[in-house]
């Protein structure tokens, strides 16, 4: 059970901070999730007491007993979502509460304790408050922060999971999640591996799951292609994701995406680009779409684009698609204008560019 309380934060600044140079050199090429800022957030959570001991510190590695349970049993999870510099130099994040939410269900299927939003909410302000000059000036980058917790009892055994954790928030200045920008992705079906199962942990964002695609990322990055494509474990008939990113189908003026089943993973992204869509006159259907459908669609030219979102890609445009025993390609192959248009419109929202008509910017500074 998770005890909800009012923490205060202990403040400890690094004394070994980067220097301006220093940062500017990181800054001028990111990369994505290589080099990270001064500082780090932490939080204990101890069962009977609930969260303590609250704390910004410097960023620096951790000393775990090799008996901790995250190392054996792998009961962890995490979040991933951005701060953005828009004009004016303000800074600003994305619907962190749904990330806050989503960390939550994640937490109560992994047998973890909750952690209360606007303690989530509040760690991530802190942070980027005391690194914001990490924050990115150039266009399309960003500052992406990754919360997560781990289970952090010292003892071996799976009859009760850990008694306690550690919740903790570290930041990366990143530019695209893929090496040369901005172009079409190509994909491999999947249908030796499986991502996850009715009644697994598919919905839950745990390292588990993506642990277990690496095999298939791997398999991918043999037959020529950028990521892979999960299919339902069932029949390895119906499309789910692709990599760690939902995916949209573009039938004219209708998205249609994958409907979630419990084996998908809830995206941000994905909720917003459903709401987004009616601003943009576009019509949205959530149900199953099988491989058969996906490529007799772009055969006969009524489905004309499909597109993966996630945090750290936004949208990105999905050119051609390979199997075992097929390969098509996706319209022409480029990057289609609604694809186009959809990413234009919420990176709009989230750099200051476009209205935020669902109110989902959050002020940090």
Not at 48 to 61: F, S, T, V
Not at 97 to 113: G, I
Not at 194 to 210: D, I, L, S
Request: glycine letters at 8%; a negative charge; charged letters at 20%.
């Amino acid at each position: 059970m998770t005890i909800a309380q009012k923490l205060s934060f202990d403040v400890q600044l690094s004394d070994h901070a980067r220097t301006a140079a220093e940062r500017e050199q990181v800054l001028a090429n990111p990369a994505f999730g290589q080099f990270f800022t001064d500082h780090m957030i932490s939080i204990d959570y101890t069962e009977g007491q609930g969260w303590h001991d609250a704390r910004l510190m410097p960023y620096g590695p951790l000393s775990l007993d090799p008996a901790t349970s995250v190392f054996h049993y792998a009961q962890e999870l995490f979040e991933g979502l951005k701060a953005y510099r828009q004009s004016g130099d303000s800074i600003v994040t994305f619907r962190p509460y749904a990330n806050a939410a989503r960390f939550n269900r994640s937490a109560a299927r992994m047998a973890m304790p909750e952690l209360p939003e606007d303690t989530f909410v509040e760690a991530l302000e802190l942070l980027v408050r005391t690194d914001r000059e990490w924050v990115p000036t150039t266009e399309g980058h960003s500052l992406y922060l990754r919360p997560f917790m781990i289970a952090t009892q010292p003892a071996l055994g799976v009859n009760y999971p850990s008694r306690t954790y550690k919740f903790m928030v570290i930041a990366s200045p990143s530019a695209s999640y893929f090496t040369g920008g901005l172009k079409p992705v190509s994909v491999w079906l999947s249908t030796e591996y499986t991502r996850a199962a009715p009644g697994g942990t598919g919905f839950a964002k745990c390292g588990g799951n993506y642990a277990a695609a690496f095999v298939a990322q791997r398999q991918a990055v043999e037959q020529g292609c950028d990521q892979v494509v999960w299919l339902d474990a069932h029949e390895h008939r119906y499309v789910e994701e692709m990599g760690g990113m939902n995916l949209f189908f573009v039938y004219g003026d209708k998205l249609v995406t994958p409907a979630l089943t419990g084996t998908l993973l809830p995206g941000i992204t994905r909720d917003s680009i459903l709401e987004l869509a009616a601003d943009l006159g576009l019509e949205t259907e959530e149900r199953l779409v099988s491989v058969d459908e996906w490529q007799e669609g772009c055969a006969s030219g009524e489905l004309t684009e499909v597109f993966a979102c996630g945090t750290a890609a936004v949208v990105t445009p999905v050119g051609t698609v390979k199997g075992a025993d097929r390969s098509w390609t996706v319209g022409d192959g480029t990057s289609g204008p609604v694809t186009m248009r959809v990413r234009e419109e919420l990176v709009g929202i989230q750099y200051g560019a476009r209205p935020d008509a669902h109110h989902w910017v959050h002020k940090i500074a």
